[in-house]
């Protein structure tokens, strides 16, 4: 069951190194360095989103990039416009008669998204606040929105049919 050991110097250096590596993850764990702990948690996708700033009073804080995140979410934004969007798609929805939807869909995710930057560069927190609520609230009221429109849309051409009957 036990590893035997040639002499307890060797078995005082285990201990030794088992005792620094406790303490490093105590360290981690009591958030000494907080950006380091949550990179450790997180294995590292914390990183790009974190900044560490030293204030006026000289400590160390950590802060969130928040360019990045903006920079990322628009990025991932566009990309999902472009490529529900290319020109074949917008062609053959032309032939579907979506491209107004398609249209309309664009414009509104590019006016709430410049809003949504507009806010998030400002230095009042109210703003950032609508910015951020914006920027995770808003696709989810919209696809609430659009599903509550084509069930009343369906619901209609149901009643609508049965009236024909």
């Known amino acids: 069951m036990g ?5 307890i110097e060797e078995l005082r250096r285990k201990k030794k190194l088992l005792k620094s590596e406790i303490d ?15 990179s450790a948690f997180t294995n590292g996708l914390t990183d790009q989103y974190l900044q560490e700033k030293v204030d006026e009073d000289g400590d160390e804080k950590v802060v969130l990039r928040k360019d990045v995140i903006a920079r990322q979410l628009t990025s991932e934004v566009k990309d ?3 490529s529900k969007n290319t020109a074949v798609g917008i062609a053959s929805s032309a032939f579907n008669g979506n491209i107004a939807d398609g249209l309309i869909k664009l414009g509104i995710t590019a006016i709430v998204g410049n809003y949504a930057k507009k806010n998030m560069k400002s230095t009042n927190w109210k703003n950032k606040l609508v910015g951020v609520t914006l920027i995770y609230l ?3 009221a919209l696809k609430f929105v659009r599903k509550k429109l084509e069930v009343y849309q369906k619901n209609k051409s149901v009643s609508s049919l049965e009236q024909l009957i």
Do not use: G, Q
Request: aromatic residues 8%; without cysteine; hydrophobic residues 40%.
């Open 3 to 7: 590893r035997k050991y040639e002499s």
């Open 24 to 38: 490093d993850l105590e360290n981690l764990l009591t958030f000494k360095n907080t950006k380091e702990s949550l």
């Open 80 to 82: 999902l416009l472009i």
């Open 138 to 140: 808003a696709p989810i």
